[in-house]
Structures are given as structure tokens and as C-alpha cells.
């Protein structure tokens, strides 16, 4: 705060740009305690998303007024089919989308503005019990301006089925990958040599005996021999939808500078 007051007083910026670099830093407290980030945005490029897993219902309600009346829309992860339904009770009157399988959910305020399109990402699953965690990284990714293709069920226990995907990513042109797998999480390594733009693998917690719960799919996407695959945690598809995101958007402003060349 010093650092832009002095820079004001010098002239070094102007007010205006003043006013925005304060904000950048503004944290607004509600009254049960409960501290929101609502300029996260201007400074990641994404905004501030509710974990809504061991919330209880007051406190998203208060946190999604907050988010509407700021924002005008509000994005909760990892939240039960329960708590939704509240939620669509009390929030009925705005736009609400929801994946019960993904658990998460988008409010909006019907007038608001929609992410500019910016690329395309493709999401792979491995095999129906991943679907929760591809579905979590899909309805991130379109709430955040990205348009995908998916394809579920490819795993490698059937390694033809993956040739489509492979074909229509080629062919879609996609900015990046985002493949989710249990087990032994191969499907990664695979995808990664046979294309040619990032590959995010998300280990996912299905698996059988020692090594299960993701600790063995994680370790495989580490140590994959395909060289360029980057892992986020195990059933993290926020955190792969957000790596994608920002991936494609980089992409598409590379693509509209070549354009106006």
C-alpha cells in the first residue's frame, strides 16, 4: 500500500491506476468470518471458486450472495447433490447449471457476461468410474470461456477405443489435453506420444489394493516416459481445468496477433 501511495504522490501512475492496483488487494470479510477474495481475477486470470466440500448451507448461501452481488456469478466445486438442491431452491430465479456427476455448479445473474470464447481443450477419461473428476474439469473449462470435446471411457485395458480421440484431437486442432485415469494411470504417457500440445494427467482415486487411491496412477504420470506430461493432484480436475484454461487462452492470443500481422 506504501509502495503505490508513494508511486501516486511521485506521479509515477495515475489515480485510476492507483484505485485498481488497491483493489487488486482487497480482501472483504463476511460477518460469520469467512474471508472472499472477490479481485482474485484481475490478478490469476481466474476468479475465486467455493470448495463447497464441509461447508455447511448457510455459509454457501451467504457466500454465493456475496459473489453474485460483486461478481454477478459464482462457481462452487465438490458440492453434494443435497446442498445443491438448496441452492437451486434459493437461487431459482438466476441462471444455475449443474453437474451432479462433476459436483459442481454455476449461479449467474441472468444479465451477466459470459468468458469471451478463448480455444478448445479435450478431456479424456480412462474409464466410467474417472467420469466424476472429467466432469469437474469440463464444466470448469466452458465456465471459463473454453469450448470442449470429450472422450470418456478410452482407457488403455482397450487401447483401440482411443484411436478416434486421438484423431478427432488431431483434427479439432485442440490448445491442450486433459486426461484423467485410475489404476495404474497409463493412459497419460499414451495420449502424450501421439499428440503434439500439452497433456495434463489427472490421477484419479479407483484402484484395487496396494498402491490404490490414486498413490499408483500419480506415481505412473510422474515418472512418465513421454516427455512433456505435467500431473495435477490426485482427482484435481479444477486444478487441470485451470492449467488448461490458462494454456488456451495464451494460444488464442497468440493466434489473434498473427492474425492482425
Given at each position: 500500500m506504501r509502495d503505490i501511495l508513494e508511486k501516486l504522490i511521485s506521479g509515477e501512475i495515475s489515480?485510476?491506476?492507483?484505485?485498481?492496483?488497491?483493489?487488486?488487494?482487497?480482501?472483504?470479510?463476511?460477518?460469520?468470518?469467512?474471508?472472499?477474495?472477490?479481485?482474485?481475477?484481475?490478478?490469476?486470470?481466474?476468479?475465486?471458486?467455493?470448495?463447497?466440500?464441509?461447508?455447511?448451507?448457510?455459509?454457501?448461501?451467504?457466500?454465493v450472495d456475496f459473489f453474485l452481488e460483486k461478481k454477478g456469478r459464482c462457481i462452487i466445486t465438490r458440492i453434494s447433490r443435497e446442498k445443491m438442491d438448496q441452492l437451486k431452491e434459493r437461487f431459482g430465479d438466476r441462471y444455475v447449471r449443474y453437474s451432479e456427476n462433476g459436483r459442481v455448479m454455476v449461479i449467474r445473474e441472468k444479465d451477466s457476461d459470459v468468458y469471451p470464447q478463448s480455444g478448445r481443450v479435450a478431456i479424456l477419461s480412462g474409464g466410467t468410474s474417472d467420469l466424476g473428476v472429467a466432469e469437474e474439469a469440463r464444466m470448469i473449462c466452458e465456465e471459463l470461456g473454453c469450448e470442449t470435446i470429450t472422450f470418456y471411457d478410452?482407457?488403455?485395458?482397450?487401447?483401440?477405443?482411443?484411436?478416434?480421440?486421438?484423431?478427432?484431437?488431431?483434427?479439432?486442432?485442440?490448445?491442450?489435453?486433459?486426461?484423467?485415469?485410475?489404476?495404474?494411470?497409463?493412459?497419460?504417457?499414451?495420449?502424450?506420444?501421439?499428440?503434439?500440445?500439452?497433456?495434463?494427467?489427472?490421477?484419479?482415486?479407483?484402484?484395487?489394493?496396494?498402491?490404490?487411491?490414486?498413490?499408483?496412477?500419480?506415481?505412473?504420470?510422474?515418472?512418465?516416459?513421454?516427455?512433456?506430461?505435467?500431473?495435477?493432484?490426485?482427482?484435481?480436475?479444477?486444478?487441470?481445468?485451470?492449467?488448461?484454461?490458462?494454456?488456451?487462452?495464451?494460444?488464442?492470443?497468440?493466434?489473434?496477433k498473427s492474425n492482425e500481422i
Open positions: 489515480l485510476e491506476q492507483a484505485e485498481k492496483m488497491i483493489k487488486l488487494f482487497e480482501i472483504e470479510q463476511l460477518n460469520t468470518g469467512i474471508r472472499v477474495d472477490p479481485n482474485r481475477e484481475y490478478r490469476t486470470g481466474v476468479p475465486e471458486v467455493i470448495f463447497g466440500e464441509g461447508k455447511n448451507i448457510d455459509d454457501l448461501i451467504r457466500m478410452a482407457g488403455v485395458a482397450g487401447v483401440h477405443r482411443l484411436i478416434p480421440a486421438v484423431k478427432k484431437i488431431i483434427e479439432e486442432d485442440v490448445d491442450a489435453v486433459i486426461v484423467v485415469a485410475g489404476m495404474e494411470g497409463a493412459l497419460p504417457s499414451v495420449v502424450a506420444g501421439l499428440v503434439d500440445v500439452p497433456v495434463i494427467g489427472v490421477p484419479v482415486s479407483v484402484g484395487y489394493g496396494a498402491g490404490g487411491g490414486g498413490i499408483s496412477a500419480l506415481y505412473s504420470i510422474l515418472q512418465s516416459c513421454s516427455p512433456g506430461v505435467v500431473a495435477v493432484n490426485i482427482d484435481n480436475g479444477f486444478g487441470a481445468a485451470v492449467a488448461a484454461v490458462k494454456i488456451a487462452r495464451r494460444v488464442e492470443k497468440f493466434r489473434k
